[in-house]
């Protein structure tokens, strides 16, 4: 693994990283954490490893991963810029997931012991502390009904447009970014195969919705992109019949809903 400890970053510009409100005049703000770089490829943390630290990515794109023993990767998520990592160690010692670099990447390294500690310390540090938790557990709950309850082109249609937002509250823009993941590491993310996800990709480009071009996405018709999020999902019939083909955003809702469905099965 490759470190870099020579930069610190102090509880303030973390605070700022986070997108958390602290008061200018708070004790905590005088503390200071190092901070980590990684490259593409390398993992910051594996399953079943002693939970010491939170990690804050500073730059840089994520993906955590579970393997089961046949070598089979489930994609949890794609943290990115100003996301927590790590949380998922606090209940048993053990990292519960593994984290890779998707790219060259920097991270804020926040020893737990320091944030207890700071958190008595500080009220207000220990409610930003919580805020920054539920924070991340809203965002799992929004997977969790786009995985359970949307059909395969509303799970694509909600990533793009979740993908988008994301990148918007960081400054940038919403509706052209590129996408570090694979197609396969997305599918992986939302329970479909890697052939619907280009399908979906495609179609959505065939239907003038966005413009894709390897792993640059540009956003043409973000409404277009909503209605299939908004509306009914789509069968398991009509997802594993074959291609998929968009006549029009507005009649996307045409097949009949099915049940919630695990995030590991294609709908």
Same mark, same amino acid.
């Given at each position: 693994?490759?470190?870099?400890?020579?930069?610190?970053?102090?509880?303030?510009?973390?605070?700022?990283? $986070?997108?958390?409100?602290? !008061? +200018?005049?708070?004790?905590? @703000?005088? %503390?200071?954490? *190092?901070?980590?770089?990684? =490259? #593409?490829?390398?993992?910051?943390?594996?399953?079943?490893?002693?939970?010491?630290?939170?990690?804050?990515?500073?730059?840089?794109?994520?993906?955590?991963?579970?393997?089961?023993?046949?070598?089979?990767?489930?994609?949890?998520?794609?943290?990115?810029?100003?996301?927590?990592?790590?949380?998922?160690?606090?209940?048993?010692?053990?990292?519960?997931?593994?984290?890779?670099?998707?790219?060259?990447?920097?991270?804020?390294?926040?020893?737990?012991?320091?944030?207890?500690? $700071?958190?008595?310390?500080? !009220? +207000?540090?220990?409610?930003? @502390?919580? %805020?920054?938790? *539920?924070?991340?557990?809203? =965002? #799992?709950?929004?997977?969790?009904?786009?995985?359970?309850?949307?059909?395969?082109?509303?799970?694509?249609?909600?990533?793009?447009?979740?993908?988008?937002?994301?990148?918007?509250?960081?400054?940038?823009?919403?509706?052209?970014?590129?996408l570090r993941m694979t197609r396969q590491e997305i599918g992986s993310y939302l329970g479909l195969k890697l052939e619907t996800v280009s399908r979906a990709l495609s179609a959505f480009d065939a239907a003038g919705l966005i413009k894709v071009h390897l792993k640059q996405v540009d956003i043409v018709d973000a409404a277009g992109l909503r209605r299939y999020v908004d509306s009914h999902p789509a069968s398991s019939a009509r997802a594993a019949a074959g291609p998929t083909r968009v006549e029009a955003p507005r009649r996307s809702a045409?097949?009949?809903?099915?049940?919630?469905?695990?995030?590991?099965?294609?709908?």
């Amino acid at each position: 693994m490759t470190t870099n400890h020579g930069v610190l970053v102090n509880a303030g510009e973390l605070a700022r990283l $986070l997108r958390l409100e602290l !008061p +200018a005049s708070d004790a905590t @703000l005088e %503390a200071s954490f *190092s901070t980590r770089r990684l =490259r #593409e490829g390398e993992s910051l943390f594996r399953v079943g490893d002693p939970f010491h630290t939170l990690y804050v990515i500073r730059a840089g794109f994520f993906k955590t991963v579970l393997v089961d023993a046949n070598g089979l990767e489930q994609v949890l998520a794609f943290p990115m810029q100003s996301d927590l990592m790590g949380a998922d160690g606090i209940a048993s010692g053990h990292y519960a997931s593994e984290a890779v670099a998707l790219e060259g990447s920097e991270v804020v390294v926040v020893p737990f012991s320091a944030l207890s500690s $700071l958190s008595r310390q500080s !009220p +207000a540090f220990e409610r930003a @502390l919580f %805020a920054l938790m *539920s924070r991340e557990l809203v =965002r #799992e709950q929004g997977m969790l009904y786009v995985v359970g309850i949307l059909g395969a082109e509303g799970r694509v249609a909600a990533f793009l447009l979740n993908t988008a937002e994301r990148f918007g509250a960081l400054g940038y823009s919403r509706s052209s970014f590129n996408l570090r993941m694979t197609r396969q590491e997305i599918g992986s993310y939302l329970g479909l195969k890697l052939e619907t996800v280009s399908r979906a990709l495609s179609a959505f480009d065939a239907a003038g919705l966005i413009k894709v071009h390897l792993k640059q996405v540009d956003i043409v018709d973000a409404a277009g992109l909503r209605r299939y999020v908004d509306s009914h999902p789509a069968s398991s019939a009509r997802a594993a019949a074959g291609p998929t083909r968009v006549e029009a955003p507005r009649r996307s809702a045409a097949s009949a809903p099915v049940a919630p469905r695990s995030r590991t099965r294609e709908v």
